[in-house]
């Protein structure tokens, strides 16, 4: 679960709590790059909410990208 650690609140269209990336990451156990770098090479993670070039994230995907790293192979893919 993540906690509100901020003075606003943002709620998706089903009045879910949306997350930052920086929140995303963190939860997940990962810097922000790392996220970043997951999300390129698996861009069927990406959230649906986007606010110009800022991401917000429900629970359910950052719980989704949370399965996808813990299985993903680590290190550079190949070519």
């Not at 997940?28 to 790392?34: A, C, K, L, T, Y």
């Not at 698996?42 to 909410?49: D, G, I, M, Q, T």
């Not at 800022?54 to 995907?61: I, K, N, P, R, V």
């Amino acid at each position: 679960m993540i906690t509100h650690t901020h003075t606003h609140t943002l709620f998706g269209a089903s009045q879910q709590p949306l997350f930052t990336s920086a929140q995303a990451a963190g939860s997940i156990g990962i810097s922000r790059p790392s996220l970043i770098v997951l999300l390129s090479r698996h861009p069927e993670l990406c959230p649906s909410v986007r606010v110009g070039v800022d991401l917000f994230w429900s629970e359910g995907e950052i719980t989704a990208a949370a399965r996808k790293r813990a299985t993903a192979k680590r290190g550079r893919p190949a070519r």
